[in-house]
């Protein structure tokens, strides 16, 4: 199932990276044929609501979160090239449940909302320092 998932996964972030603004409507409907509806529609509400964050460092590394409906917010790793199990991975319960346990989900809306806002350049960037970069990628630990 393993090596399903990956191969799917890379075939939806390939559909991902072909998404512009002129063929919105067309990259969505395929990625109907992975993603589940709900999963897809509260995904782009999360990007229309602009809840995507990218925390640059000064020598250029990314570090991702997203602001749950609550007041809690989710580090999100959207690309893990060396895992041989998943492709990407979240800090939300959705996650660990219909990805890692129940193996009925790719992936989380948070995981999409990170991959959409970011082809769609949707994403709200702030520079961080070192020390600052440092402590947000391990606060999830």
Not at 36 to 57: E, H, M, S, W
Not at 95 to 115: D, E, I, Q, T, W
Request: hydrophobic share 40%; proline share 2%; net charge negative.
């Amino acid at each position: 199932m393993a090596d399903t998932t990956l191969h799917f996964g890379y075939i939806v972030q390939t559909i991902i990276n072909s998404i512009d603004m002129d063929s919105f409507e067309e990259g969505i409907d395929k990625l109907r044929a992975f993603i589940p509806d709900t999963t897809l529609a509260a995904a782009l509400d999360v990007v229309d609501r602009d809840r995507v964050l990218r925390y640059r460092t000064t020598w250029g590394r990314c570090h991702y979160e997203v602001f749950g409906s609550t007041s809690t917010y989710y580090t999100v790793f959207p690309r893990l090239e060396y895992s041989a199990k998943v492709f990407c991975f979240c800090t939300c319960p959705a996650f660990a449940f219909a990805v890692l346990v129940s193996n009925s989900h790719l992936m989380c809306k948070h995981v999409l909302a990170v991959c959409l806002a970011e082809q769609l350049s949707r994403c709200i960037e702030r520079t961080v320092t070192d020390d600052e970069f440092v402590t947000r990628t391990t606060a999830c630990l």
